[in-house]
């Protein structure tokens, strides 16, 4: 391999392009070469603003493409398995985004098919495990600062968009649970060191009935139990009228700590004639900008340097099994035991 790794991305819709972007102009040692998306619109984009030399419409086109090194994946949740597989068994690495799959089943195919390429490196988007706030609290449990953690309260609250929006979006997303809470249960199993034993959720539709149609909410809450005892409660909201944000807090035996959600803009405040005031992150991407950047660069020296990534597909895998269970909580009312 040169000094450059060359790679391709698949999904070029809300987030995919906003990667494209950032992988161009702010990840090292690595060239965009190869784009695919359903969308002849987004293409035209990739073509013209990122420079890409090869478009493409069929996944198999760009995974087949033989220039190309390593892949990002940014399509829809049910096709990541797909990809992930095509991908691999065609020798590349591959980055992609949260949730690995939508089911369990799905995770194992992944898992099946990467287990026979130990050269390839592959990796699930977390990334908070790159956020300096989120780097600091783990050092801080893992040292003792507040003693054993005791409960976990994690959120997602995601800025509201309007029913015709979410009338395409919502059959995509997976859901509620997959959707915005994918992370938080990382947050918690990266946290504590811990898999999750069981899961309680509930919620409902209280403004937009649209998602009653796809057996989805647009507030949840989940109570999980830790296999070693610890308490957690996990939260979702498409409903925050600001902005986006994930917060976490976690109450130890000797003190606890809370992970506020800053991110470089709101260390700014503005006075001017609306009185004092912060802006806040509109979405995830403004949220984890910076740490999007440092996991792809990882992603690239990984390969560069042949190890393995910090947020492996077994770590996809146990996210997705517990926002499956969510889910199925949610919909039979009852707790949901994931592991005796
Ligand atoms: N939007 C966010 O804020 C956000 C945040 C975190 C994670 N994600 C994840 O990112 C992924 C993409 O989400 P999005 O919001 O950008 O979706 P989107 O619907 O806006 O874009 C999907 C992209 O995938 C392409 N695509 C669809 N089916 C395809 C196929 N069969 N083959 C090749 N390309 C195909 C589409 O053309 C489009 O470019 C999802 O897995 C989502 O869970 C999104």
């Known amino acids: 391999m040169t000094d450059k790794v060359k790679a391709g991305i698949i999904g070029l819709g809300r987030l995919g392009r906003l990667y494209a972007q950032l992988i161009r102009e702010k990840v090292k040692h690595v060239d965009l070469l190869a784009a695919c998306s359903l969308s002849q619109e987004e293409l035209a984009f990739a073509k013209s603003k990122l420079n890409i030399q090869y478009a493409y419409t069929d996944h198999r086109q760009i995974v087949n493409n033989h220039d190309i090194d390593a892949l990002f994946i940014m399509s829809p949740p049910m096709h990541h398995a797909m990809h992930i597989i095509d991908a691999v068994n065609a020798g590349k690495h591959v980055f992609t985004t949260t949730p690995l799959a939508t089911n369990v089943e799905d995770c194992n195919r992944v898992i099946e098919v990467v287990k026979n390429r130990p050269s390839q490196v592959t990796m699930v988007g977390f990334e908070h495990r790159y956020d300096d706030a989120y780097i600091k609290a783990k050092d801080m449990i893992t040292k003792g600062n507040i003693g054993k953690p005791i409960f976990i309260q994690t959120s997602t609250f995601e800025k509201e968009q309007t029913d015709s929006y ?15 809470n994918i992370k938080n249960l990382d947050i918690i199993r990266w946290l504590t060191g811990k898999e999750i034993k069981s899961v309680y959720s509930s919620g409902g539709c209280y403004k937009h009935d649209i998602f009653e149609r796809f057996q989805d909410a647009d507030n949840v809450m989940s109570q999980i139990e830790m296999m070693d005892g610890t308490m957690a409660s996990v939260t979702a909201s498409r409903l925050a009228q600001d902005g986006f944000n994930t917060r976490t807090f ?6 606890s700590l809370e992970i506020q959600d800053h991110s470089p803009m709101e260390a700014i405040r503005i006075y001017d004639t609306d009185g004092i005031r912060i802006e806040v992150p509109q979405n995830y991407f403004e949220r984890y900008e910076l740490a999007l950047i440092e996991q792809a660069n990882d992603f690239i020296k990984c390969i560069m340097e042949s190890r393995r990534s910090n947020s492996s597909i077994i770590d996809g895998l146990e996210a997705t ?4 269970g969510m889910t199925k909580s949610f919909l039979l009312g009852s707790k949901v035991i994931l592991r005796e």
């Open 321 to 324: 099994r517990a926002a499956v």
């Open 250 to 255: 976690v109450m130890g035996t000797e003190g």
């Open 166 to 180: 979410y009338k395409q979006y919502a059959p995509q997303s997976g859901g509620i649970f997959m959707e915005l």
